[in-house]
């Protein structure tokens, strides 16, 4: 599928190879029928937009199976009180609220349903189930103009609507901003939190790129995006979730200047993330990763060492893949996701062992994939006496 935001189309800049679906941890049995497409990013210089060229179909990727629960991490549920406690100020008594990709409900548990009403809209079954049984109000679907519809006459206009992580992964932005548009009232806030450009380039963390991340937004790129729909962007937090985010907040006027946005757009301006030539030296910088990480862990085998992943994120698929490391190299990752264990990661068909198996099996190195909970993890593994290692520095 093409992403939607211009009828322009992008040229690619830059190709990771032949890629499976991030979050495709498989059976053994489906090895032969594994999907793969070719993972192709370009630059859309009329909107300073980062985005994949083709992606599989979002219906292939966020199913009953999504194995992603965001309460599954301790960190997450702080970060999403605090982000609760954030759009608390835009709130007035009884005020409405949808969440887009809503997940388990992890985020809209932090208000009050009694006095306010809130809805998720989640297309995935799994998560979407465990929110309803947690009394979050939940559509399981996609979010688009069709129920955007069905919810205003449902519940009339919106006063808030927020996504976190979920942007990024729609590929008819327009549609969704029609949605948006469709539902929330003239004085309504849209906040939404993604993934940033200027830390990705910045650490090279290239494996913020897969199926589900379609697009890879900054102030510049959201700014010109929505005032294609005559939102403005009004504030720019930057966030140190998943490596590196930037919480975006839009609404149909502004009042002043935001000095805090001022300088975000300013550091965009100065590092070149408007232009084609950021993007450029950013793939000149993941050749250079790829040829360093692929010589360190040589190193480590010369040596005799035996190396283990550490969390089976849907960000290691694009480096085992782009790198094309696979079992000659990592005997097996540990999660602690049940939906991942026992499986095989996507492509390169590394096993995924639960935490026991880890301790019995102590590796002499271990290759962090969730580099971005490192705090976290080592806090956790304080007894392991072996290195730690990743593509970006920890
Ligand atoms: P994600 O980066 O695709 O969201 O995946 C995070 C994965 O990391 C998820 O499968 C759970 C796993 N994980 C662990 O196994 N142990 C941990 O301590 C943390 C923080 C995450």
Redesign the pocket.
Known sequence: MKCKVTNKSINPFMSFGKMPI??GFLDEKDFSNEFFFNMEVGFNEELSLFQLNDHPKPEKMFNKNY??FTG??E?MKRHFRNYAEFVKKYLKTNSRIIEIGSNDGTFLKNFDNSENYIVGVEPSKNVADLALKNNIPTINEFFNTNNAKKLKKFIGNTDLICASNVICHVPDLNNLIEAVDLLLNKDGIFVFEEPYLGSMFEKVSYDQIYDEHIFIFSASSISKIFAKFNFFLIDAIPQIT?GGSMRYVLKRFKNSENENLKKILNYENEKNLNKIDSCLKFKKNCELSRDNILNKIKTFKDKGKTICG???????TTILNYCNIGTNYIDFI????KE?IGKFSPGKHIPIKD?NYFQNNMSDCIYL??W??KE??FN?EKNFKGEWFSHVSL
């Open positions: 991030a979050n194995p992603f599954s991490s960190y998943h550490y969390a089976a994120t849907s960000k290691s540990c999660d602690t996701t991942k935490m994939f969730a971005n909970h976290e993890i956790k």
